[in-house]
Structure formats: structure tokens, C-alpha cells
């Protein structure tokens, strides 16, 4: 079992930056890839970023070039670097775990309880 907990989330003006945490406890998180998603009001939970267990990064490309995902396997974190945030980014962000990332949450066996970010225009 691994325990997941999102922070970071926050109020920000649109072109500003926040960075997200996805804290592990239980298992080291090196043994999962670690996905962020968000869902935004009234919207489907959508795929965002996924770094895989051997460390191969993808985005979605609504996020690309402005996200950053990473993870730091001896602090057992992952993160997620937002840049240049946009009002459209405004969602509930949550990380999961598995031993494989899908872009679809379906089936992901480790869920975080969420972050809010919410960017001002």
C-alpha cells in the first residue's frame, strides 16, 4: 500500500507559477509511475502529466512546454513545476500511482485526496 498527498495548490494571477507535491508514504514511490490529473467544475478528471518508473516524461499538450513533472526518489515525492498558468488550468489536481501510467484514470490504484488551483485572469 502507498499513501499519496497532494499540496502546493493555490490562488494565482494568470502567468504565474505554482509548484505541486505528491508526498508517499508506505512504498517508495520509485516503484511507480506517478500520474497528475485534474477536473476542473462540472468536467471529467483529465490526464495532465506522467512520469514513468524509469523516468521517461509525458505531457499532454495542452500543458506541454509549460509543465514540468518530476520526481525525487530519495525525498519519496513527486512534483509537478506549472508555469505560465493560464485561467483554464483552474481545476482540482490530484496525483496516482501505478505500476504502469495511462492517460486515462481508469483503474489507477493509488489516489491522492486532490489540490485546488485556481489562476486569475
Known amino acids: 500500500q502507498v499513501q499519496l498527498v497532494e499540496s502546493g495548490g493555490g490562488l494565482v494571477q494568470a502567468g504565474g507559477s505554482l509548484r505541486l507535491s505528491c508526498a508517499a508514504s508506505?512504498?517508495?514511490?520509485?516503484?511507480?509511475?506517478v500520474t497528475w490529473f485534474r477536473q476542473a467544475p462540472g468536467k471529467e478528471r483529465e490526464f495532465v502529466a506522467a512520469?514513468?518508473?524509469?523516468?521517461?516524461?509525458y505531457y499532454a499538450d495542452s500543458v506541454k512546454g509549460r509543465f514540468t513533472i518530476s520526481r525525487d526518489n530519495v525525498k519519496n515525492t513527486g512534483y509537478l513545476q506549472m508555469n505560465s498558468l493560464k485561467p483554464e488550468d483552474t481545476a482540482v489536481y490530484y496525483c496516482?500511482?501505478?505500476?504502469?501510467?495511462?492517460?486515462?484514470?481508469?483503474?489507477?490504484?493509488?489516489w491522492g485526496q486532490g489540490t485546488q488551483v485556481t489562476v486569475s485572469s
Open positions: 496516482a500511482a501505478d505500476d504502469v501510467w495511462r492517460r486515462t484514470p481508469n483503474g489507477y490504484e493509488y
Open positions: 508506505g512504498r517508495t514511490i520509485s516503484r511507480y509511475a
Open positions: 512520469i514513468s518508473r524509469s523516468g521517461g516524461t
